[in-house]
C-alpha cells in the first residue's frame, strides 16, 4: 500500500515583531500611494509621511523654541507619572476601605462607577473653575481618571481572594493588618496588574485632553498649537508620539502582568 | 482501650490517666437553618493526648467539618469549652494549625517562603526560619523544591508542603482536613505512609478528619466517629474494624 505523506515538518511562522514591522510599514506605503502617488488630499488636509517625519525631527532636534517636542514630551511624562503614582495610592487605599464595608461598596463604589463612565474631557472645565488654567487643574483629571479604576479593582480583587488563602493565613497567625499585607493584598496582584494597565490608559488619555487647555509644555498643548497655526503635520506627530509612549507603557505594563501570571502560575511560559 | 460504643464518662475514664493536649468539655455547636435551628453537632467531651494520631470519620453532614473548625478557632463554640494546653481556644493561632483539602499555598512564595509564612507571623529570625524552614522540607522529601514556585509542583507535593508549613511552626496540635482526598489512590496511600513516618519522627499530636473508613483505621491510633453531630464510636483502631464503622455510619 502506498503511504500518503502526512507527516509535514512543522512551519516556523514569522516572529511576531516581524508581522508588527510589516504592518507598519504596508501602513507607511499606503499613506505614501495616497499623498504622494495619487495625491488623493492636498498637503494641509493630509501631509506626506516625509512631512511628518520633517516635522518630527524639526520638533525634536530644531533650534528652541521649535525643539519644543522633546520638552513637551518631557513635561507630560512628568504630569503622568506624578499623577498615576498619586492615583495608584489613592486608589488603593480607597479600594481597601470599600472592601471592609458593603454599605460604601453600595454607595460610594456606585458614585465611583458613575465617574467613571463620563469621559474625562467632561471634567477639565470643573477643574478649571476649581483651581484655575494650571498644573492643579491638569493633575486633578489625571488623578480622577486613574484612581477609580484601581479602587474598583482594588475593593472587588480583595473580595475575590480565594477563602482557603485567607483560612491557610489565618491558621498560619496572620491577622489584622497582617492578613491584608501578608495575604490579601499579594493574592490579589494578578487581578490589579490589570487595573493597572486601565488605570495607565485613562490618565494618560484623560492627561492629553486636560493638557488641550493648559498653556504649559505638553503634548496636548502641542496638538491646540498645531490646530492654532493649522500645521496637520505637527498634529499628526503629536497624536503618532500620544499613541507611541501609551502603547509602550502599555507594552511594559503588560509585560509585568504577564510576569506576575508566570510567577503565580496562571500563565504557562510558552 | 476497647472500642466502645460511644459513652462520654466511659471515654473520660479511660484518658484521664494521661494529661491531654486538647480537651473538649461538653462543646456543641448549632446552626441557624432558616427559622430552623439545627444542631451541627452535639455536645462532645473528648480529650487528645499529647503525640496521639486521632482519625475523626463520618460522612457527609456528620459534624467533621464543624468539628475541625472550632479546633482551628474559626468558629466558637455555643456552648462547652474548648482548652488547648489548659487553656480556653480563641480563634486561629499558630498553636493548631490546620493543613486544608487543598493544598492553599501562597503562589507569590517560594516553596521555602511558604514554610517560613507562619514563622514570619511568630517573628522568628530570618537565618533560624530559614534553617527550620528547610529542614522540615527536608522533613517530608522536598528539600530540593525549596526554591522553586509552587505551581511547579504536583498535587501531592504541594500537600506536603502544605504538611510543612503546618509543622514548621511545631504546633500542639495539626489538624488535617481530608488533605489527601483530592489526590488519585495511589498517591494518598503513599502520602498517608508518609504522614505516619512524620508523625513517628515528630511526635506531633494530630487530629486527621476523612471520610475514607480504612484511611481511618490504617492511619489512627485512635478512632472516632461521628455520624448526624454524634459521636458514635471511639476507640483504638486497632479494635475496630472497617465493617464496624460502616455498620455506624
Known amino acids: ?31 505614501y500611494v495616497f499623498t504622494d502617488v495619487f495625491k488623493l488630499y492636498p498637503p494641509y488636509q493630509l501631509p506626506s509621511p516625509q512631512m511628518v517625519a520633517g516635522e518630527f525631527y524639526y520638533g525634536f532636534f530644531g533650534k528652541s523654541p521649535d525643539g519644543q517636542l522633546g520638552l513637551a514630551v518631557l513635561g507630560s511624562l512628568k504630569r503622568v507619572a506624578l499623577g498615576y503614582v498619586v492615583a495608584l495610592v489613592l486608589g488603593g487605599v480607597v479600594g481597601i ?11 460610594v463604589g456606585s458614585w465611583l462607577t458613575a465617574i467613571q463612565s463620563v469621559p474625562s474631557i467632561a471634567f477639565v472645565p470643573l477643574a478649571i473653575l476649581w483651581f484655575g488654567l494650571n498644573e492643579k487643574a491638569v493633575y486633578f483629571v489625571v488623578i480622577l481618571e486613574g484612581f ?27 491577622r489584622g493588618l497582617a492578613l491584608y499585607t501578608r495575604v490579601l493584598l499579594p493574592a490579589s496582584v494578578p487581578s490589579l496588574t490589570t487595573a493597572l494597565r486601565t488605570a495607565w490608559s485613562f490618565s494618560w488619555r484623560a492627561l492629553i485632553g486636560a493638557e488641550l487647555l493648559t498653556a504649559n509644555p505638553g503634548l496636548g498643548q502641542i496638538l491646540e498649537t498645531g490646530r492654532n497655526v493649522a500645521n496637520i503635520s505637527l498634529v499628526l506627530v503629536a497624536i503618532l508620539i500620544v499613541g507611541v509612549v501609551g502603547g509602550l507603557f502599555d507594552m511594559l505594563i503588560r509585560g509585568f502582568e504577564t510576569r506576575v501570571r508566570r510567577n503565580y502560575g496562571l500563565e504557562v511560559v510558552k | 482501650m476497647t472500642a466502645s460504643l460511644y459513652n462520654p464518662r466511659a471515654s473520660a475514664q479511660t484518658l484521664i490517666h494521661t494529661e491531654p493536649v486538647l480537651k473538649l ?5 448549632t446552626y441557624a437553618h432558616g427559622a430552623q435551628m439545627k444542631a451541627a453537632l452535639e455536645p462532645l467531651n473528648l480529650n487528645i493526648r499529647r503525640g496521639e494520631f486521632v482519625c475523626v470519620v463520618g460522612p457527609s453532614g456528620s459534624g467533621k467539618s464543624t468539628l475541625l473548625s472550632l479546633l482551628a478557632g474559626f468558629l466558637e463554640p455555643q456552648q462547652g469549652q474548648i482548652l488547648l494546653e489548659g487553656r480556653p481556644l480563641s480563634g486561629p493561632n499558630a498553636g493548631q494549625t490546620l493543613v486544608q483539602q ?40 522536598l528539600l530540593e523544591y525549596a526554591e522553586r514556585r509552587v505551581h511547579e509542583l504536583s498535587g501531592g507535593q504541594r500537600q506536603r508542603v502544605s504538611i510543612a508549613r503546618g509543622l514548621a511552626l511545631e504546633p500542639s496540635l495539626l489538624l488535617l482536613d481530608e488533605p489527601f482526598s483530592a489526590l488519585d489512590v495511589s498517591t494518598r496511600e503513599k502520602l498517608g505512609l508518609e504522614l505516619l513516618e512524620l508523625w513517628k519522627r515528630t511526635g506531633t499530636t494530630i487530629l486527621f478528619v ?16 461521628l455520624r448526624e453531630g454524634v459521636m458514635v464510636l471511639e476507640g483504638e483502631s486497632a479494635s475496630i474494624t472497617e465493617a464496624q464503622l460502616r455498620a455506624l455510619l
Open chain 2, 25 to 29: 468539655e461538653n462543646v456543641g455547636y
Open chain 1, 148 to 174: 477609580i479604576p484601581i479602587a474598583l479593582a482594588v475593593s472587588s480583587a480583595l473580595r475575590n481572594v480565594p477563602p482557603n488563602l485567607v483560612t491557610a493565613g489565618r491558621t498560619l497567625g496572620a
Open chain 2, 102 to 141: 487543598e493544598a492553599a499555598l501562597f503562589p507569590w512564595r517560594t516553596v521555602r517562603g511558604n514554610v517560613e509564612f507562619g514563622l514570619e507571623q511568630k517573628r522568628v529570625p530570618r537565618n533560624e526560619r530559614k534553617k527550620k524552614a528547610l529542614e522540615t522540607l527536608e522533613l517530608v522529601g
Open chain 2, 210 to 225: 476523612t471520610h475514607h473508613l480504612d484511611e481511618a483505621l490504617k492511619l489512627g491510633q485512635r478512632v472516632i466517629a
Open chain 1, 97 to 107: 476601605v470599600l472592601s471592609l464595608s458593603e454599605a460604601l461598596r453600595f454607595t
Open chain 1, 1 to 31: 500500500m502506498q503511504m500518503t505523506s502526512t507527516s509535514t515538518k512543522p512551519r516556523r511562522s514569522l516572529p511576531l515583531w516581524v508581522w508588527s514591522l510589516f504592518s507598519l510599514l504596508l501602513v507607511l506605503l499606503v499613506w
